[in-house]
């Protein structure tokens, strides 16, 4: 993607509404071209080891009764996110969602039911005209934390990431330059965590200060904020990245949404994915190098076989040693969260087997 | 034989018993066997015959019309004099019938009023009975009165023991003083439900000659109508039971006597009786015979009739139900009732085009069975098989009989009477497989579809409404006629009625074991876009569904002729009948469905324009106003007058 000036964009936003208004002098059905998101329109890039978007389209009428609400909410958005553009001023989206939910006047329907409406129109507008939303003033409330030797600058205040205490650094909505800066940073690399009680954990032991790095979670399923934040901090301060998720499919893709990008958000991998990234585990090798108590298994549901089988089809996941990992996970049939490690000792992952499995490169 | 068997002891104790006295036994064979369906029944029998006779006078001019039509037609010159003459007789018949209609009017009315008496203690003292006849009865304690007034509002009566004062108050109620050995006391007579009820029916028929009154209204199995098997003549009873068993049944129950009035011409006087029936012996009583100088038709006759009964105001087997079905199936009828409040309600006649006359008709020979050709074979004149076949059935000509014989390998010339069982059967045999016209439609009267869906219309005001009239077929030798209708919307309540009419009469009992009944369970109504829960019973939804089978000889499960018996055939045809109005329903709600999604896909596009305009017009900084002509002139373009008149 391209980095557009505000006249841009809005001059982009303006040509859309003049095309709708101009099908419907001549009679004819508006539509808008919408490059699909979904499995059928990526393709994983070998060359950059990301995941983008193909050139499909999906045509939103407003002349068809299953898209006509649709087609109304786009043009609200796209109206709205041009004011805001315009006014220069900033929105969460779901601030955006309330400003535009109301009652449709003469009937018993609002324009917009729940943010789950406004959300995905938000990515149809950003793909449609070809803007990421951070450019576009809008952000998600994120929720990933960072913690390490680093000092950033945020908003103008600098902000020392080694003395935040218990919490850590907040990731803000949006991370692009003009808001966030890199300072100072004397860590050699990044340890992301799935999940916020081992984040927590990590840093209660200040694994950070003594392994020298930076500690940051997603909780869970990262917002764009985290992955953008990641991107950064791996290309400008050039440092590795190492990933540590729970041992099961849905670990495993949030790996990968990091690493390669997400199918949803195939635009928005270039921005953020980080294809060096590293898989340190939990991995099936780890079962028995660590021997894990039998305690710690979780028996595999359908959901997780069903889950796992899609992982395994993804182009991404097509090396040998994912392919291998996938095969075991399987006939193991159980899964391990990766806060089971305290059944080894309070102390094991921070002390034990994340420095060992750096040093001993155990990775994927 | 000395007379000593144990069979000699029996026979002492067998006995015949008489018609009379068997129904007596058997009430619920003739539709008498709870409160509500007696009053009903009675009405109905009344009512059944009313039409038949206003119909005959009917039939007769319409006979003597023909007559002189077939005499025009028969002279050299149309236009002579004689011609004249006759289509103005012709044209006065015309008007005449019109003037005949059926005009009917049922009455029910309490035959008393009847109070309860209760002392201060509202403990239970006596009863009072204020009847119409001015043959009012009070009972108090173990004293029963009885006097004699029209008209009670108060009375008093005197005694050597006893002095009763009573009076109405305001509320409707008796205050009564009795005073009994010098004690006073004070008593209150409220107003209980009555189960006495009158019915009378009047017709402006022909009348009935006087001699024939007693033998028609209290001799079971007397009349006209009743026919030997294998032939006949559409009609609405069949068997002559109805009428003599509900004034049998008044009999019973109140131990009055029904009271009859008819006149035959303006010239004739009203002739009245008071009948019982002698149940013994099946034969009329005669309590009471005069004039009846308030009899104002110029012909016609009433029948009255007290019985105990429930009546029942409303509801599907209510007798406002009954007629309202009769009127609908009788289109030419006009037919008033007044209820026990004295509500007066019409029910109009649709149409003055009089009811087509069911001609008699021989057996058809398709569908006959074996033991009707036996006993028809026993029974017959004819003298040869040939003459048989040929003059004892309808459409069978003598080539036909002759090729039947062949193929049976019998002799034309041998007496049927003769024949043996084998013959019978063979004969049988070859009559089936030997292709015969179907029975002759002047024998039949249907209701006809446009009249049908008219008088549907007149009543519920449906938004879509269809009838059809079936070819008429065969069951066991009879012709039969299949008619059906369907009405859907309008002033149909939410509850599928299904209205079943045989010979134009309305069958309200007796549903569950009907032909009819099956026959629409028996439908896949969800192939019409109708609910029907499992596929199988009513559909669901307003609609009514009216069936109507017409037959010389309708095959009712039981003598109280409340439900049509399964032949196949005749469900058949219901179903091809049922079929056929569904599918037209079907075709109504698909288009109505397509035009409501329409309509729907319209106002959707309405609906979300007003916002789409505002955001286009901030987004593009274009006028509001010149967007929305712009969408308001897309939206004509595209859709036009759906949208226009949306």
Known sequence: MIMLTDKEIIEKLVKLGIKVIN???KGENPALNIPLRSLSNVYYDENTGLIKLKDSFQERYYFNIGQSKKFMQTILIADRIKWLVEQNKTLSIRQLFYTLKHTIPGFKEN???TQDESDPIIEDIEVLIDVLRENLNLFASSKGVLAGPITIIDSGDEIDLSKLGSAGYGVPGIVEPDVVKFKDCNAEYILVVEKDAVWARLNEDKYWKKNNCLLLTGKGQPSRAERRILKRMHTELKLPVYIFTDMDPWGYYIYSVYKQGSINLAYFSEKSGVPKAKFLGFKMSDVKNYNMPQDSFIKMGDQDYKRLKELSKYAWFQTKEWQKELKELKKFGN????????MKGIEFAAKEYLPTKIENKDWI | MDGNTIAHELAKSQKSISVAEFFEKNRHLLGFDSPIKAILTCVKEAVDNSLDASEEVIFELKRRALKYYKEIQKLKDKNSERAKKLKEKISNLKKEIIHVLPDIEVRISEAQEEFRIVDKSNTRRGTISIRKDGKNIIRIDDKEIKFERQRVSNFKLKDKEFEIFASKNNKGEYEIEYIV???????????????????SVQDNGPGIVPEQIPKIFCKLLYGSKFQSLGGGKQSRGQQGIGISAAVLYGQLTTGRPAYVVSKISPRDPAVYYKLLIDTLNNSPEIIEKGFDDDFTLEHGTRIEIELEGTYLSSGEKSIFEFLRLTSIANPYAKITFIDPTGKKTIFQRTTEKPPKEPLKVKAHPHGIEIGTLQRMCKNTDKRSLLSFLTQDFSRIGASKAKEIIKKAKLNPKMKPSELTRAQV??????????????????CLSPIDHDAIIKELKAEFEPEFVTAVTREPEVYRGMPFQIEAAIAYGG??????????FANKVPLMYGRGGCAITKAVSDLDWRRYSLSQSGGRGLPQGKIAILVHICSVWVPFTSESKSAIASYPIILKEIKLALQECARQLNNYLRRRHREQRKKQRINIFVKYSTELVLALSRLTGKNEKEVEKIMKECLTKRYGDDYVNR
Not at chain 1, 335 to 342: G, S, T, W, Y
Not at chain 2, 181 to 199: G, H, M, P, Q
Not at chain 2, 432 to 439: A, L, Y
């Open chain 1, 23 to 25: 099908d419907l002098k």
């Open chain 1, 111 to 113: 324009t917009f039911d």
């Open chain 1, 335 to 342: 899964k391990i969260e990766q806060d089971a490690l305290v």
């Open chain 2, 181 to 199: 050995n010098d004690l006073k006391e004070k008593f209150i007579a409220k107003k209980t439900t009555t189960t006495r009820y009158i019915v």
């Open chain 2, 425 to 442: 059967e063979a004969l049988l045999k070859k009559i089936q497989s030997t292709n015969i016209m179907k029975p002759p439609t002047d």
């Open chain 2, 491 to 500: 002033n149909l309540k939410d509850e599928t009625r299904l209205i079943r």
